[in-house]
């Protein structure tokens, strides 16, 4: 049986180790020779490298790791990159999220200007490291979830039509999680699901289990009175703001209680709301380097020191076994439906067929096969056209060094009141981003 070798891309991210650790659970069923993490950041990736050499030297000795800056060591000889970079790390996220809220809009790290922001720091960055893939490494693919997923989709259609890359996001699948536990389902695979929208920007339409029975009547019952708020562990768990926004989806469903819909359509219907319910001096940013951070760089730190994983483990997120299927689907052509960021091109019959769109996908090993969705709705049509908009017009602003056109950009989000004062976030933004963004004129 074929092993193959995997480059983790953002090595120094702070859920690398919990991906190397979800591969290592999976070996049965995609087995690999190598795992090589690549970052330009040589010291957060050292501290985390070094931590994963010694935890893998004692558990899975047979799997060859390493860690690197140098793109050629990284690239050669690959199967798969799996991406998620974070250009500007924290410290640029925080000013993403408190830039537009100090004019009381929307401070989020993937919606609104703040998205916006990074989507613009993100595409030279994706951009960059797919070229290193296909310059040493053309046969490999590329599993890119570097946020904000949906610019980064829109710049790779546009600038690297002929890549191997696909864009995913881990969203749904945590919130299909939560689905499944409401609907006293062992696994998210128990459900059959039909969901259209953009990243960050959908709603499911039909929920079936494996024998076609209907299980949306039971879901909605539960969303209208409690959002997603399922009394289950990771509920439990999770930081305040993440249980606001599960809490909030019962408000989001209540527009539109034929479907199903994503928690992060809470920043563009009830911007208001959450605005007044955030803290502009401590954000999610500021929660994460906080928390996750300290967390995660604490316990390498002390791995290196004891020179032993021996009683330490780091936790993998929702999207952590969903990378797995999705490679899985590609190197067995096992057909697997996913939901994926890709070409609209007659999906969604009566939407912009060059949108990147959010939809379910059979992926094989040449990659994924749309579904058709048919027609949808004006309410949610209305609301993508709007939000596909800006995020072309941000990358339109990338491709051109176009002031005007991320002007356009930020003054079309749903989260932002008004021209002028997209222009008073966008030139406050403009200054904190410069050595990120291209130059504007």
Not at 69 to 96: Q, S
Not at 135 to 163: D, F, G, H, Q
Not at 172 to 188: H, M, Y
Not at 230 to 240: M, N, S
Request: hydrophobic share 40%.
């Amino acid at each position: 049986m074929k092993k193959f070798t995997v480059t983790i891309a953002g090595g120094g991210s702070t859920y690398t180790p919990g991906i190397v650790l979800m591969l290592m659970e999976n070996l049965d069923r995609f087995p690999l020779d190598e795992i090589i993490l690549y970052d330009n950041n040589e010291e957060r990736q050292r501290i985390l490298g070094e931590a994963c050499k010694i935890m893998m030297k004692e558990r899975h000795p047979e799997v060859k790791f390493s860690f690197t800056t140098d793109p050629k060591e990284a690239f050669t000889g690959i199967d798969f990159v799996m991406a998620h970079i974070r250009v500007g790390l924290y410290a640029m996220r925080e000013l993403d999220e408190k830039i537009p809220l100090k004019y009381n809009v929307v401070g989020q790290e993937t919606c609104g200007p703040g998205g916006i922001a990074y989507g613009m720091r993100s595409i030279a960055g994706v951009l960059e490291v797919l070229d290193y893939m296909e310059k040493y490494s053309p046969n490999a693919w590329m599993l890119n979830y570097s946020n904000p997923a949906a610019i980064v989709a829109e710049a790779t259609r546009r600038l690297r039509p002929n890549s191997k890359i696909i864009n995913i996001c881990d969203m749904p699948v945590a919130l299909e999680n939560i689905f499944a536990a409401i609907l006293e389902l062992d696994s998210r695979k128990d459900m059959i699901v039909r969901y259209y929208g953009l990243n960050h920007f959908g709603w499911w339409t039909s929920i079936t289990d494996k024998a076609g029975n209907d299980l949306m009547p039971k879901l909605k019952e539960f969303v209208k009175e409690k959002g997603y708020a399922a009394e289950t562990e990771d509920f439990q768990h999770r930081a305040q703001s993440w249980k606001d926004t599960y809490l909030k989806a019962k408000d989001v469903f209540a527009l539109d209680p034929e479907t199903v819909p994503n928690t992060y359509l809470k920043y563009y219907l009830y911007q208001d709301y959450v605005v007044e319910h955030s803290d502009k001096d401590y954000t999610r940013a500021n929660e994460v380097m906080d928390s996750r951070e300290k967390e995660v760089f604490g316990i390498s730190k002390e791995i290196i020191e004891k020179g032993s994983a021996e009683g330490y483990t780091f936790s993998s997120g929702a999207h952590a076994t969903f990378i797995v299927d999705l490679a899985c689907a590609i190197a067995y052509n096992t057909k697997e439906r996913m939901l994926l960021i890709v070409p609209n091109n007659g999906a969604i019959s009566n939407f912009d067929p060059t949108a990147m769109v959010e939809i379910p996908c059979e992926v094989g090993s040449n990659g994924p096969e749309p579904l058709s969705m048919g027609t949808i709705p004006t309410f949610q049509k209305g609301l993508m056209e709007q939000q596909v908009a800006v995020e072309k017009l941000t990358v339109d602003a990338w491709i051109e060094g176009s002031y005007l056109k991320l002007w356009q950009a930020l003054t079309l989000s749903k989260t932002v009141p008004s021209a002028a004062v997209a222009k008073e976030i966008l030139d406050e933004l403009m200054e904190a981003n410069k050595g990120y963004w291209p130059e504007l004129k």
